[in-house]
């Protein structure tokens, strides 16, 4: 029975985590000038909904993202995460083997939890990374087209043509749909919503703002292009010039585990009271504690680069 307590415990606290994620991405607001007030209706949450139903939907979005992991992918895609969730689970278990010896269907809810959200992140990063290699192509290649009085919605379809994803895919149904007569602020909310990247958005508010208002596109474009250039030459040298650093938190974070994985070894009876004697526990919370206040810290100064 407290197996099954322990195994509801860990869906809901993941059940709590997706809301509370989903909750803020709901009340980020970010500015932009003089677009800001033409977009609160678009790219922002309509502050008419109640919040129950914005929580409700919220959620409803966030069990959607983990299902979408293994729903309808490409088979290498699938297979590579049933492996993650597989070896995430495995090697919890083997951790609490040799370390923290808890109940096993506990840490096996806790290791599917964790594999989840591992593969949000290597999704998340993957996409990240395919939209940065493509996106300042892609802008040229709309540029190209506008400059020869091509409408944003032909060239959009053009560009969809010979772009690789994520943009290539996400260009073509944004044609469609506009072809078809839907609401540029709808389509350009939902393509903002698979593609969340500070660049997409300013993107979005580009031809919002010319299908609105008749704004000077291609201006606007290769400005951006040139700033997505700039940041991502700034980006690649900042990672150049901390990656020694990077690598030396990560050896540093090791070393301690390490440590206590052959202090079992070394001096089981030393061992067995820092992990199963109620004094000792002390020693174990202020070694975990230390170790995820120091990351914590690393990874905030990182940021601030």
Known sequence: ?????????????????????????????????EANSLLKTTLNQNNTQST??????GAR???????????????????????????????????NKFVTHQDELGVIGAGFILSLLV??????????????RVF???????????????????ALADCALIMPEPLGEEFGRISRRLNVGE???????ASYKRLPFKEYYFFTVAILINLKSGARLREVLLRLGKT???????????????????????ITAIIPFMFLIGLQYLSP?????????PDGRGILYYFLGSEAFGMVCVMFLMRKL
Do not use: H
């Open 269 to 277: 009876i030393n061992y067995e009271y820092i992990m199963n004697d």
């Open 1 to 33: 029975m407290i197996r099954l307590y322990v195994l509801i415990l860990c869906f809901g606290v993941l059940l709590l985590y997706l809301v509370g994620k989903r909750w803020q991405l709901m009340q980020k607001n970010i500015s932009l000038g």
């Open 61 to 95: 979005g966030f069990v959607q993202t983990y299902i979408d992991l293994f729903y309808r992918r490409q088979r290498k895609v699938l297979i590579r995460n049933i492996v993650i969730v597989i070896g995430v689970i495995m090697g919890a278990l083997i951790f």
């Open 183 to 189: 609401a540029p602020e709808r389509v350009l909310k």
């Open 136 to 154: 300042p192509e892609a802008l040229s290649v709309i540029n190209g087209a506008l400059t020869s009085g091509t409408s944003i919605s032909q």
């Open 52 to 57: 129950a139903r914005r929580l409700v939907w």
């Open 228 to 250: 997505v250039a700039n940041a991502k030459a700034i980006e690649s040298k900042k990672m150049a010039m901390t990656s020694e650093v990077r690598m030396s938190s990560k």
């Open 119 to 132: 593969l949000v992140r290597v999704e998340k990063r993957i996409l990240q990374k395919s939209f940065s």
